[in-house]
């Protein structure tokens, strides 16, 4: 007698699961009508400051671009077509969506299969033009058993819909750093996309310190069991910005792990920041073990924090799911802990906001960009401390 024993088809059994949350992906602008801010996903989102940017109206514009050249990555360009054709998570709003249409291509930076950097891929974008309207498309493909860091920083003055995607093969370990450094009349919308292959472990930390609006999207899914994703960030929100992450991470495959830790500080009339996490766990996705947590320091009167972190589950054969949230001011007895030890207010609460902060920016595991953040997150509090009740733009 003979036995058949039938294997899942863990593709066949993903369905694609319907949420306002995160709505269907698409790379048909159609499916991405502009919105009107009653949507789930754009109440936030102050949509007049926009100025007509989501109309999706033509641009030669160009972002000024360097990058250093590590042994082991390649640089090429891509039509539209091509790109699509590399299998990419495909844009989830309509900035991403006019990015990809509207950018006449995309640039692809490969890294070998097995191929070890001996170090990080650094890219400098700025803009100096802050009335043109630039799209943009950009594709990092890590080989099999590769292992990569990769730093993407943005300066300047600009109005940028972007689409990031990264594809990270079977085994393949990545660190990459998004560093958002733009001036104060910056508008940034974008989508970073991530497929996170078997056995691979990926680490993204995203950092927000400037610009008017900035409006960013993180998604990721997974190509097979094993993967591991760690998505850490921090934003630092002044008088008049409007700084917003949206989170989503896919859990479409068994036995992958996700962690999520942002941080962020406000100070300043009507500063605001919007953080959205959403976990989904599909009915495939046994043995999986998620985590998202959001905490944020208010340093000053008038200033918002929208906090929503989210878990959709379809299975309870799970290792474990959670999310958390903290919104307040000064810890009083951390302050009164370095007071009582002749530290001044003022250098007490410097502290308090570097060691809030700390944790995530020595995750970066690049000593140039770990002092810079540093040097930034004390040049905001130059703004504050010593004047913890107001702050001017």
Same mark, same amino acid.
């Given at each position: 007698?003979?036995?058949?024993?039938?294997?899942?088809?863990?593709?066949?059994?993903?369905?694609?699961?319907?949420? $306002?949350?995160? %709505?269907?992906?698409?790379?048909?602008?159609?499916? $991405?009508?502009?919105?009107?801010?009653?949507?789930?996903?754009?109440?936030?989102?102050?949509?007049?400051?926009?100025?007509?940017?989501?109309?999706?109206? %033509?641009?030669?514009?160009?972002?000024?671009?360097?990058?250093?050249?590590?042994?082991?990555?390649?640089?090429?360009?891509?039509?539209?077509?091509?790109?699509?054709?590399? @299998?990419?998570?495909? %844009?989830?709003?309509?900035?991403?969506?006019?990015?990809?249409?509207?950018?006449?291509?995309?640039?692809?930076?490969?890294?070998?299969?097995?191929?070890?950097?001996?170090?990080?891929?650094?890219?400098?974008?700025?803009?100096?033009?802050?009335?043109?309207?630039?799209?943009?498309?950009?594709?990092?493909?890590?080989?099999?058993?590769?292992?990569?860091?990769?730093?993407?920083?943005?300066?300047?003055?600009?109005?940028?819909?972007?689409?990031?995607?990264?594809?990270?093969?079977?085994?393949?370990? #990545?660190?990459?750093?998004?560093?958002?450094? !733009?001036?104060?009349?910056?508008? $940034?919308?974008?989508?970073?996309?991530?497929?996170?292959?078997?056995?691979?472990?990926?680490?993204?930390?995203?950092?927000?310190?400037?610009?008017?609006?900035?409006?960013?999207?993180?998604?990721?899914?997974?190509?097979?069991?094993?993967?591991?994703?760690?998505?850490?960030?921090?934003?630092?929100?002044?008088?008049?910005?409007?700084?917003?992450?949206?989170?989503?991470?896919?859990?479409?495959?068994?036995?992958?792990?996700?962690?999520?830790?942002?941080?962020?500080?406000?100070?300043?009339?009507?500063?605001?920041?919007? !953080?959205?996490?959403?976990? #989904?766990?599909?009915?495939?996705?046994?043995?999986? @073990?998620?985590?998202?947590?959001?905490? @944020?320091?208010?340093?000053?009167?008038?200033?918002?924090?929208?906090?929503?972190?989210?878990?959709?589950?379809?299975?309870?054969?799970?290792?474990?799911?959670?999310?958390?949230?903290?919104?307040?001011?000064?810890?009083?007895?951390?302050?009164?802990?370095?007071?009582?030890?002749?530290?001044?207010?003022?250098?007490?609460?410097?502290?308090?906001?570097?060691?809030?902060?700390?944790?995530?920016?020595?995750?970066?595991?690049?000593?140039?960009?770990?002092?810079?953040?540093?040097?930034?997150?004390?040049?905001?509090?130059?703004?504050?401390?010593?004047?913890?009740?107001?702050?001017?733009?």
């Amino acid at each position: 007698m003979t036995v058949t024993t039938a294997v899942p088809n863990v593709a066949e059994a993903v369905e694609t699961v319907a949420s $306002h949350l995160h %709505p269907v992906a698409s790379f048909d602008l159609a499916d $991405h009508p502009i919105p009107s801010g009653r949507e789930e996903v754009w109440r936030f989102t102050p949509l007049r400051r926009l100025n007509g940017l989501l109309d999706g109206a %033509p641009s030669a514009a160009h972002l000024n671009w360097s990058a250093n050249a590590p042994a082991g990555v390649i640089r090429s360009e891509l039509d539209t077509a091509a790109a699509i054709a590399l @299998n990419l998570p495909a %844009p989830v709003d309509r900035p991403s969506a006019l990015a990809v249409a509207q950018a006449g291509g995309a640039v692809l930076y490969d890294v070998a299969a097995n191929a070890e950097l001996d170090e990080p891929l650094v890219i400098e974008v700025s803009g100096d033009d802050p009335k043109a309207t630039v799209y943009g498309q950009v594709i990092f493909r890590i080989g099999a058993n590769a292992s990569a860091t990769i730093v993407l920083r943005h300066t300047g003055s600009v109005r940028y819909l972007s689409s990031v995607s990264l594809l990270v093969g079977d085994g393949a370990h #990545l660190n990459f750093v998004g560093l958002q450094d !733009w001036a104060a009349d910056t508008v $940034h919308l974008g989508h970073i996309g991530m497929r996170i292959g078997r056995d691979a472990r990926v680490r993204t930390v995203a950092a927000s310190l400037g610009g008017d609006v900035v409006r960013l999207v993180e998604t990721a899914e997974y190509d097979g069991p094993g993967g591991e994703l760690e998505q850490f960030g921090l934003y630092f929100v002044d008088a008049g910005q409007h700084i917003e992450h949206r989170m989503f991470v896919d859990h479409n495959q068994p036995s992958t792990r996700s962690k999520v830790d942002y941080r962020g500080a406000l100070q300043g009339k009507d500063a605001h920041s919007v !953080w959205v996490g959403d976990v #989904l766990i599909r009915k495939i996705a046994e043995g999986i @073990n998620t985590y998202e947590s959001n905490k @944020n320091l208010v340093l000053t009167d008038g200033c918002r924090a929208d906090s929503v972190p989210n878990l959709e589950i379809e299975t309870g054969q799970i290792e474990g799911a959670g999310h958390s949230s903290t919104t307040g001011r000064f810890d009083d007895e951390q302050l009164f802990y370095l007071r009582s030890r002749g530290i001044p207010e003022d250098e007490a609460r410097r502290l308090v906001v570097h060691g809030f902060f700390v944790d995530i920016i020595r995750r970066i595991g690049v000593a140039d960009v770990e002092e810079r953040l540093l040097a930034a997150v004390e040049k905001e509090l130059e703004l504050v401390v010593g004047n913890p009740d107001s702050v001017t733009p």
